[in-house]
């Protein structure tokens, strides 16, 4: 069984660009959640995809979107970076959407911007 | 407003002791919790959870109490090993709520001397 894999590992962006993260689901999952966990914080909900479809989304801005593929792999874009989004971003990956509980997590990219 | 707090940032204990994380909660309608455990360097990895039904789960070293009355959940590790140290995370979520995200606390960093 394979796990949740993210890439890449590390970014460095400069403010004012775009960044795309990648993060493949634990096989048979059809469930995604992104999470950013800035220094000293815990991880903080983004959103999350189902069945590719949006399924709930946190308290972050519309330049933060994503999506889901019929593989269940997903993106993470986020436009317009601020030095604030320097962070960890986490994948997450469960079955069953709203019901799913349990979720398990990839090793994060983490994102520098400059 | 933090709905999910750990108030301790640090723990120290020696090998072989109990090991007592506490973390407390103030939406009534959390019905399942959660706990991670956090290496640097990689993502969270579930450890145990517990339904509200329930007041205790077991999983060999690994205990998770919770007192619904006091919103408050605590994991406890016997006998306490030094591979335990890593920062561990009190989740909690809503089950089938809207948008079936975790909500976590800042963690308490967790080291376990020889």
């Known amino acids: 069984e394979t796990g949740v894999t993210q890439s890449p590992t590390h970014l460095i962006k400069t403010r004012g660009q775009q960044v795309t993260l990648r993060c493949s689901s634990q096989?048979?999952?059809?469930?995604v959640s992104w999470y950013q966990q800035a220094l000293g914080q815990g991880p903080q909900f983004i959103f999350q995809?189902?069945?590719?479809?949006?399924?709930g989304r946190g308290n972050f801005p519309p330049r933060f979107s994503g999506l889901q593929f019929p593989n269940y792999s997903s993106e993470l874009n986020v436009n317009a970076l601020e030095l604030d989004d320097s962070a960890l971003y986490l994948c997450?990956?469960?079955?069953?959407?709203?019901?799913?509980?349990?979720?398990?997590f990839g090793p994060g990219t983490r994102l520098t911007v400059l | 407003d933090q709905q999910v707090k750990q108030n301790s940032p640090s723990l120290s204990v020696q090998e072989g002791r109990i090991s007592i994380l506490n973390c407390d909660y103030t939406?009534?309608?959390?019905?399942?919790f959660l706990w991670y455990k956090k290496y640097p360097a990689e993502g969270p990895t579930f450890l145990i959870s517990?339904?509200?039904?329930?007041d205790k789960n077991e999983d060999g070293r690994f205990t998770v109490f919770l007192n619904k009355s006091a919103k408050h959940l605590s994991l406890h590790i016997v006998p306490s090993q030094p591979g335990d140290s890593a920062v561990y995370f009190c989740?909690?979520?809503?089950?089938?709520?809207?948008?079936?995200?975790?909500?976590f606390g800042k963690g308490t960093k967790l080291s376990v001397k020889p």
């Open positions: 997450a990956s469960s079955d069953g959407g709203l019901a799913g509980n349990e979720q398990f």
């Open positions: 096989s048979g999952h059809n469930t």
């Open positions: 995809y189902y069945r590719e479809e949006e399924n």
């Open positions: 939406n009534s309608m959390f019905d399942y």
């Open positions: 517990i339904s509200s039904i329930k």
């Open positions: 989740a909690a979520k809503v089950v089938g709520g809207s948008q079936g995200n975790l909500i």
